[in-house]
């Protein structure tokens, strides 16, 4: 943010945690407001529930291909936290749709195992590999 919109690294930092702090959360909760309102994620509503995912990931998509053309950081920063929320709308629907679609019996170790590889493969791999990348450059 600091180097292509030519902001103080201060406040580039700044905006970013704001984003990455605010957004997830009312992202998550607008979600399952939304699948719920559908009728939820078991049984013959999972398909309706998917392509509610669909939607919100095709806005989410929009948001982001949009932050390639702002170059100022005040609407930078407002694209950045609707692509967060947006993509947080997703997580808490994909998540009960996985689980759902496991055996009674098998629910909470897929429940488990869902965990272990959004830890392993989300959040500790994508500060190492953003990290990576930046350092090649």
Known sequence: MSTILGADPVKAQFCFILCAVTAPI???LLGSW???RAGGYKGKYQVQALVICCG????????????FF???LLH??????????????????????LISSAKK???????????IFFNIAGFFMAPNVSGYVM???
């Open 26 to 28: 009312p992202g998550s």
């Open 34 to 36: 939304v699948a719920d």
């Open 56 to 67: 919100f990931a095709s806005l989410a998509t929009i948001s982001g291909v949009t932050l």
């Open 70 to 72: 702002l170059y100022d």
């Open 76 to 97: 930078f920063s407002i694209g950045l936290w609707a692509l967060l929320l947006l993509g947080a709308t997703m997580v808490p629907t994909c998540f009960g749709v």
């Open 105 to 115: 019996e098998q629910q909470s170790t897929s429940s488990a195992f869902g965990q």
């Open 135 to 137: 350092d090649q450059y």
